[in-house]
């Protein structure tokens, strides 16, 4: 046996797993931009969020993972059992799907942190670099990072886990950077406290239009609470990395869960503490995507002038603040590309070798890798890269499209495995951890997780109708329609085969 390979049957130790869990669904940039939009208020509609969907699914996924302890094929295999195989899969292929055109957003993204640690700017706003279109060098890198990701991802995923703990460490020092700067802020000047908290509790909704007023404008702000809490469907494929020791998966997604609500909290606390939000308001140069590296500026000048640094020592400080940011990013970009180029795979593969074990693209390396169909995987990826870098408009018209698609394939995968959640309870009856002991409540937490996604998903649909058109809004819905469409087709034609 190679090294590698021994290096391979590893298992991750209880507190790097809650680091993870912690750090994979916590997102930095979530909180800056809830900050950003909505103010203090954002903490409103967070709470109600973790209330109606994170806490209820958590305790989901707790037992679930605990029941199945050893299981490979996760939310495939939940279904399957609970419901049936045919609705497994296609909701596997739902949510693979989904992924798989998020990714190529993702690489798109990839250089904005890139460039700030590089060069302490966002390149990707410069019209050319080194005389060539700015889109064909991103490009070209984007290419090259689904090359270096396509590597990762094929010597398994205690080689990923090795990006997840140093992205883990790094957001951890983001957070303790942000709120310490705050609250220095705020404490250095105490009397700017009280104004500053009623200035954010009372903002406008960064989402109000003509049509979109009062509550209405900032019910948006729910959906974007909702993924706020997303992610937890593909740490969960963690679980046959946790050894034998029993219930430690389960227990470690219920303890990340408390970290990831006291990071957004103590986040955007701070900056309604420390930050004058009129002037975070007037960051009208930026654009949600790189909406936190302007707040971080904000936060190292008004650092640097609550000092009294010379105009140096403070372009020093603003550098390593951006810089270590993007750093951050950079890292919690590649961690998340490398999880769901390699999760959401790992789950549809199980569902398909239900029949095609045999078959040679699905044939593993040493590293437990179906190595075919990742490079398979980054092709297609790439293909559309560079589809993407030629800006046609019907290229660039279908990626909008499909990217409209994502956002509800993406959550309707969470709603089928809380409806399957109390069939699960019902059908399964050997030990493990039992959190919910009442059917009753079972139910209650499925109805909860339900009801949230459900009102997500049709508040998503009425804003688009309403900004975009009623053509944008039956793309929300045909995505997902066609997805279930070839994923039935799929499994009639070849996942039956074994019942001949």
């Known amino acids: 046996m190679t090294p590698e390979k021994t290096k391979e049957t590893q298992t991750l130790s209880f507190q790097k797993i809650v680091l993870i869990i912690a750090?994979?669904?916590?997102?930095?940039?979530?909180?800056?931009?809830?900050?950003?939009?909505?103010?203090?208020?954002?903490?409103?509609?967070?709470?109600?969020?973790?209330?109606?969907?994170?806490?209820?699914?958590?305790?989901?996924?707790?037992?679930?993972?605990?029941?199945?302890?050893?299981?490979?094929?996760?939310?495939?295999?939940?279904?399957?059992?609970?419901?049936?195989?045919?609705?497994?899969?296609?909701?596997?292929?739902?949510?693979?799907?989904?992924?798989?055109?998020?990714?190529?957003?993702?690489?798109?993204?990839?250089?904005?942190?890139?460039?700030?640690?590089?060069?302490?700017?966002?390149?990707?706003?410069?019209?050319?670099?080194?005389?060539?279109?700015?889109?064909?060098?991103?490009?070209?890198l984007s290419i090259l990072g689904i090359l270096i990701l396509t590597w990762i991802i094929n010597h398994g995923f205690l080689r990923i886990s090795k990006w997840l703990i140093v992205s883990g460490v790094l957001m951890v020092g983001l957070v303790i950077l942000t709120v310490s700067t705050n609250l220095f802020l705020a404490l250095s000047h105490p009397e700017?406290?009280?104004?500053?908290?009623?200035?954010?509790?009372?903002?406008?909704?960064?989402?109000?239009?003509?049509?979109?007023?009062?509550?209405?404008?900032?019910?948006?702000?729910?959906?974007?609470?909702?993924?706020?809490?997303?992610?937890?469907?593909?740490?969960?494929?963690?679980?046959?990395?946790?050894?034998?020791?029993?219930?430690?998966?389960?227990k470690a997604v219920l303890v990340g869960g408390g970290f990831i609500l006291l990071?957004?909290?103590?986040?955007?606390?701070?900056?309604?503490?420390?930050?004058?939000?009129?002037?975070v308001r007037a960051l009208t140069n930026q654009h949600l995507a790189n909406l936190m590296y302007g707040l971080i500026d904000l936060l190292s000048r008004d650092l640097s002038k609550s000092l009294g640094l010379s105009k140096a020592a403070g372009d020093l400080v603003n550098q390593l603040y951006l810089r270590y940011t993007a750093l951050t990013m950079f890292t919690a970009y590649v961690s998340l590309l490398a999880t769901i180029g390699y999760a959401p795979l790992k789950v549809l593969l199980k569902a398909l070798s239900a029949d095609q074990s045999s078959a040679?693209?699905?044939?593993?390396?040493?590293?437990?890798?179906?190595?075919?169909?990742?490079?398979?995987?980054?092709?297609?990826?790439?293909?559309?890269?560079?589809?993407?870098?030629?800006?046609?408009?019907?290229?660039?018209?279908?990626?909008?499209?499909?990217?409209?698609?994502?956002?509800?394939?993406?959550?309707?995968?969470?709603?089928?495995?809380?409806?399957?959640?109390?069939?699960f309870k019902a059908k399964f009856s050997e030990d493990y951890l039992t959190i919910i002991r009442e059917k009753w409540l079972a139910k209650l937490l499925a109805v909860l997780v339900v009801l949230s996604i459900t009102l997500a998903i049709g508040f998503e649909i009425y804003s688009t109708w309403l900004s975009d058109g009623i053509v944008s809004s039956l793309f929300l819905v045909i995505g997902p329609v066609l997805a279930a469409l070839v994923a039935d087709i799929i499994y009639t034609k070849t996942l039956r085969r074994k019942r001949l």
Request: hydrophobic share 50%; charged share 10%; net charge positive.
């Open 23 to 140: 750090t994979t669904v916590f997102s930095f940039s979530s909180s800056t931009t809830a900050f950003f939009t909505m103010g203090l208020t954002s903490l409103i509609w967070l709470a109600i969020a973790a209330f109606l969907y994170f806490v209820p699914f958590a305790i989901i996924n707790s037992e679930l993972t605990s029941a199945y302890p050893k299981s490979k094929g996760s939310l495939y295999t939940w279904v399957s059992d609970s419901i049936s195989p045919r609705l497994a899969f296609m909701t596997t292929f739902i949510w693979y799907s989904s992924y798989f055109i998020w990714m190529m957003s993702l690489f798109l993204k990839l250089w904005i942190p890139a460039g700030i640690l590089l060069f302490g700017k966002d390149i990707s706003k410069q019209v050319s670099i080194l005389g060539f279109p700015t889109k064909w060098i991103l490009s070209i």
């Open 192 to 250: 700017t406290i009280i104004p500053n908290l009623a200035s954010s509790s009372h903002a406008d909704s960064f989402f109000a239009t003509d049509k979109l007023t009062g509550l209405m404008s900032q019910l948006p702000f729910l959906i974007f609470a909702i993924t706020a809490f997303g992610g937890m469907d593909t740490v969960s494929n963690l679980v046959d990395k946790m050894g034998n020791q029993k219930n430690k998966f389960s």
């Open 263 to 279: 990071f957004y909290f103590l986040d955007i606390m701070s900056w309604a503490a420390g930050s004058d939000y009129t002037h």
């Open 360 to 423: 040679r693209i699905f044939k593993k390396n040493r590293y437990d890798v179906a190595s075919r169909v990742v490079y398979l995987q980054a092709g297609v990826v790439s293909l559309f890269v560079i589809f993407l870098s030629l800006g046609t408009p019907i290229v660039s018209q279908l990626y909008n499209q499909l990217t409209l698609m994502t956002n509800l394939s993406r959550s309707l995968p969470y709603l089928i495995v809380a409806i399957s959640y109390p069939f």
